[in-house]
């Protein structure tokens, strides 16, 4: 599998306001993956876009991948202060690769 | 909904002891995972499991770490010998073999091993 390189390292906004995430990778993917993981605890799997996809919904999440910039965006909407986490983004199904991730942190 | 789940959630041991995290992947997944995550540092890739044996490893994964199924639904995760920077937190992820879900894994919450 593939890491991905998630940019910014930290974001800080108000409640209601939209965070966006970027995310880069190397080489070639079949899908990618966003998960979000609060503070000391699991990594939640938030939605998976596959190489053949540009843009993808679910709830207040909007992913969109640009295979030929090898780049992905995650777009959480209306945030709210349970948003506050870490968000990665991975490429593949298998042995997963973790990067840094993006620390979100979303003051009420 | 179907979770994966992970005991203890806690473990505190003595350096030199033996100790045995276990997983319940979901139900009807057959491939199984560790991972583990030093504090303040990324989540690394500790070994993938699948038909009852072992599909790749890490180089973390040394001769101190071993997977077993030892029945239809545990997934156990032991180190023989702990050492001190065996302190991390351990996850266990599942996922299934096919369908549109076949390529997600899903993570249980983890156990935060410390080892004096």
């Known amino acids: 599998s593939q890491q991905g390189e998630e940019d910014p390292q930290a974001l800080s906004i108000q409640e209601g306001e939209n965070a966006t995430m970027n995310c880069s990778y190397k080489?070639?993917?079949?899908?990618l993956q966003w998960y979000r993981q609060n503070s000391g605890r699991g990594l939640v799997h938030l939605i998976l876009i596959r190489s053949n996809e540009r843009e993808k919904h679910s709830g207040r999440l909007r992913v969109t991948l640009d295979t030929s910039k090898k780049s992905s965006s995650l777009l959480i909407t209306a945030s709210r202060a349970a948003d506050t986490a870490s968000y990665f983004c991975v490429g593949g199904s298998e042995k997963l690769v973790f990067g840094k991730g993006t620390k979100l942190t979303v003051n009420p | 909904e179907p979770e994966v789940t992970q005991t203890p959630s806690h473990q505190v041991t003595q350096m030199g002891q033996e100790v045995i995290l276990r997983c319940v992947p979901i139900s009807n997944h057959l491939y199984f995972y560790w991972y583990r995550q030093i504090l303040g540092q990324k989540v690394e890739f500790l070994v993938s499991?699948?038909?009852?044996?072992?599909?790749?490893k890490s180089e973390i994964f040394d001769d101190q770490f071993s997977v077993e199924r030892p029945d239809g639904s545990n997934f156990t995760l032991k180190i023989r010998s702990t050492k001190l920077e065996d302190s991390a937190m351990y996850f266990c992820a599942s996922r299934p073999t096919s369908g549109v879900l076949g390529e997600t894994q899903y993570f249980g919450p983890g156990t935060r091993l410390l080892v004096l």
């Open positions: 080489t070639s993917i079949n899908n």
């Open positions: 499991f699948y038909n009852n044996e072992i599909s790749e």
